[in-house]
């Protein structure tokens, strides 16, 4: 174990732990982040097992608690290393955290994918294709041809299609049908351009997330939709976001976003 800050330049990043299981076997990641996931997160991880082949798993894990990120737990099921932010910061902190670590090990392509079991990891390939083929922003949509949006709660679907992706997609330019969706693609060469410099401190929750998904478009990089699937638990609320303070934050974010607030 080495513990440092992993930093580039002017890169603004937390501090953190780095557990590294193995070497580097593959040009393309899987960026996870979470915390205190437990046995879903357990389960995702032993799932994606029989994607190692494809890509290397990182775990951008924000400071864990309940045992879920076991160092001997990821060893065994062939995750690659372990990042343990050790300072202040939420979503947006782990996946910089990530991505620049990520970027330092040479990865050409990263993939991120959220911590909690909902999603459908079969969609991995396609993102490794999508990213092989050129494209610099792949995002994940359960809204299009082929996706499956599955028990989504009504709140969260009219806030996506009515509010979010609507507001994001005037300022893209183009029609982004899942802007909240955190299963993305990422090229090595879309994080590191000049015009949009994701190693921020501004970037603490979701904004890197929702700036992300179309900054891309912004600058005429390439960029595309494919189809994903995401499955709540039946008759549960979500967790993350809830109640009015936090679909107040997240709609003055999809506005802070969708008015450059965050472009360099």
Same mark, same amino acid.
């Given at each position: 174990?080495?513990?440092?800050?992993?930093?580039?330049?002017?890169?603004?990043?937390?501090?953190?732990?780095?557990?590294?299981?193995?070497?580097?076997?593959?040009?393309?990641?899987?960026?996870?982040?979470?915390?205190?996931?437990?046995?879903?997160?357990?389960?995702?991880?032993?799932?994606?097992?029989?994607?190692?082949?494809? !890509?290397? +798993? &990182?775990?951008? $894990? %924000?400071?864990?608690? =309940? /045992?879920?990120?076991?160092?001997?737990?990821?060893?065994?099921?062939?995750?690659?290393?372990?990042?343990?932010?050790?300072?202040?910061?939420?979503?947006?902190?782990?996946?910089?955290?990530?991505?620049?670590?990520?970027?330092?090990?040479?990865? !050409?392509? +990263? &993939?991120?994918? $959220? %911590?909690?079991?909902? =999603? /459908?990891?079969?969609?991995?390939?396609?993102?490794?294709?999508?990213?092989?083929?050129?494209?610099?922003?792949?995002?994940?949509?359960?809204?299009?041809?082929?996706?499956?949006?599955?028990?989504?709660?009504?709140?969260?679907?009219?806030?996506?299609?009515? +509010?979010?992706?609507?507001?994001?997609?005037?300022?893209?330019?183009?029609?982004?049908?899942?802007?909240?969706?955190?299963?993305?693609g990422y090229s090595r060469n879309y994080l590191l351009h000049p015009d949009v410099l994701p190693f921020r401190d501004i970037f603490v929750g979701y904004e890197l997330l929702?700036?992300?998904?179309?900054?891309?478009?912004?600058?005429?990089?390439?960029?595309?939709?494919?189809?994903?699937?995401?499955?709540?638990?039946?008759?549960?609320?979500?967790?993350?976001?809830?109640?009015?303070?936090?679909?107040?934050?997240?709609?003055?974010?999809?506005?802070?976003?969708?008015?450059?607030?965050?472009?360099?």
């Amino acid at each position: 174990m080495k513990r440092n800050i992993i930093n580039n330049k002017d890169w603004q990043l937390p501090s953190s732990d780095i557990f590294e299981f193995k070497k580097r076997t593959s040009q393309y990641c899987l960026c996870i982040p979470v915390i205190n996931e437990g046995k879903k997160f357990q389960k995702q991880i032993q799932q994606l097992k029989k994607h190692t082949d494809l !890509v290397d +798993i &990182i775990i951008a $894990d %924000g400071g864990s608690t =309940d /045992g879920s990120t076991d160092k001997n737990f990821l060893k065994s099921n062939g995750v690659r290393t372990l990042l343990v932010k050790t300072s202040s910061g939420r979503q947006g902190t782990q996946l910089r955290m990530a991505f620049a670590y990520a970027l330092n090990q040479g990865y !050409v392509g +990263i &993939i991120t994918v $959220d %911590g909690n079991g909902k =999603d /459908g990891i079969d969609a991995i390939p396609a993102f490794v294709k999508a990213l092989q083929e050129g494209y610099d922003c792949v995002a994940g949509s359960r809204f299009i041809q082929g996706g499956k949006a599955i028990n989504t709660p009504t709140s969260r679907l009219i806030g996506i299609r009515f +509010i979010g992706s609507p507001l994001l997609s005037l300022a893209a330019k183009k029609w982004w049908s899942d802007v909240t969706n955190g299963f993305m693609g990422y090229s090595r060469n879309y994080l590191l351009h000049p015009d949009v410099l994701p190693f921020r401190d501004i970037f603490v929750g979701y904004e890197l997330l929702f700036y992300l998904d179309i900054r891309a478009s912004q600058l005429g990089l390439k960029s595309k939709e494919i189809p994903v699937s995401r499955q709540y638990p039946k008759n549960t609320i979500p967790t993350k976001i809830n109640g009015w303070k936090g679909n107040l934050a997240v709609l003055k974010t999809f506005i802070k976003v969708g008015t450059g607030y965050y472009n360099p």
